[in-house]
Each structure stands twice: as C-alpha cells, then as structure tokens.
T-cell receptor, first 110, second 113 residues
Framework: RKEVEQDPGPFNVPEGATVAFNCTYSNSASQSFFWYRQDCRKEPKLLMSVYSSGNEDGRFTAQLNRASQYISLLIRDSKLSDSATYLCVVNAGGYNKLIFGAGTRLAVHP | NAGVTQTPKFQVLKTGQSMTLQCAQDMNHEYMSWYRQDPGMGLRLIHYSVGAGITDQGEVPNGYNVSRSTTEDFPLRLLSAAPSQTSVYFC????????????FGPGTRLTVT
C-alpha cells in the first residue's frame, strides 16, 4: 500500500465550479501536511500547508482529519489557470520523511 | 535571483554510461535534495543534504552518488546508467527549519537506452 494515496483523476470541471480532492496517508505518525501544485511538465510548487484547524487561502481551503488519516483540498470558483496536478505531501518527521503522492489532475474548461 | 537551476534539461544515455546532473541554488539554503518522478508515482527522494559536507540517503539511493562541497551546489552522479533510471529528476532546496517548503529546479529529463 502506498504511503500517500490520491485519486489520479482527471477531474474535468467547468469554470466557476467547486471541486474537492482527498488524499489518504497510512503513517499515523505523520506530523505535517501540505499541498503542492505542478503544472504540466513543470516543477512542483508549494500551494499551502494544512493545519489541524484547517486553513483557507483565497479560493482554496485545506482540511485535515487525523482520525481518518486524510486531508482534503477544496477549490471554489475554479479558473482555467487552476488546471494542474495537485500533489498531496506528508511529513512523518525527519528530513527523509517528506512523502509525495502521485497527484490528482484537474482540468478546468470554459 | 535565479533560484534553483539544473543542467542539462534533457539527456539521453546508453546503458552503462555515467554522467553528472548539475544543481545550483543562489538562496543560501542549507537543505538540498534530489528527487525522481516517474509516471503514476510520487516524487521519490534519492539523496539529500542538510549543509555543506553532509549528505544522506533517501528512499531510492542505489545507483546514485552525491556530494556537497559548497552551500550552492549539489550534483547528482549516475554511476552506470540503467534503463530503470529513465525518469525526470528534480533538484530542490529549502531552509533547514522549513524543509517542507521546497523550491524545485525545472528538472532534467533523462532517457537511458
């Protein structure tokens, strides 16, 4: 079983839609959680951290559910520019414990 | 401020050849790392360094060597290329205390035939 699992998608949504992705992790010792964004054939970039209390950054909301070991990313009012792959990242402590999921692909169409 | 730079962008090797992928950063970051990204799999850590003169293995270190003689540079050496090493390689750097916020280079697409 992969340590971090994501639905690969693609999620095809129209502009203006709300879309949500989930990610599950297997290591209950995981300490911190993040979402990265990767555009096609580009490098990944940090999108946002995920706090226990949840956090919001504009149209993006991230939530953590430690009991069920999953994190989520909600995107409201989708834009064409949101089309990308979203990587779920989990840290179980230590410099060699940053685990990347394979990503969920989002395609926003006009 | 160039950020993280990688060379070359593309490379084709024959099985058994060796080569070095270059990585440099100009942000004075202590932490640097190398990942490989394969289709359907997440980025996997190959080697990392928390400062000049200090390196350690990640999840998939076999077949690769690294050294960190300066803060800026972190080259990755493929000792004897194999087709299984065909992948996209990303170098990243960050502050040691916030190593989860990694700044990635543009990547090197390597094909081993």
């Amino acid at each position: 079983r992969k340590e971090v699992e994501q639905d690969p998608g693609p999620f095809n949504v129209p502009e203006g839609a709300t879309v949500a992705f989930n990610c599950t992790y297997s290591n209950s010792a995981s300490q911190s959680f993040f979402w990265y964004r990767q555009d096609c054939r580009k490098e990944p970039k940090l999108l946002m951290s995920v706090y226990s209390s949840g956090n919001e950054d504009g149209r993006f909301t991230a939530q953590l559910n430690r009991a069920s070991q999953y994190i989520s990313l909600l995107i409201r009012d989708s834009k064409l520019s949101d089309s990308a792959t979203y990587l779920c990242v989990v840290n179980a402590g230590g410099y060699n414990k940053l685990i990347f999921g394979a990503g969920t692909r989002l395609a926003v169409h006009p | 401020n160039a950020g993280v730079t990688q060379t070359p962008k593309f490379q084709v090797l024959k099985t058994g050849q060796s080569m070095t992928l270059q990585c440099a950063q100009d942000m004075n970051h202590e932490y640097m790392s190398w990942y490989r990204q394969d289709p359907g799999m997440g980025l996997r850590l190959i080697h990392y360094s928390v400062g000049a003169g200090i390196t350690d293995q990640g999840e998939v270190p076999n077949g690769y060597n690294v050294s960190r003689s300066t803060t800026e540079d972190f080259p990755l050496r493929l000792l004897s290329a194999a087709p299984s090493q065909t992948s996209v390689y990303f170098c990243a750097s960050s502050w040691k205390r916030e190593f989860y916020e990694q700044y990635f280079g543009p990547g090197t697409r390597l094909t081993v035939t």
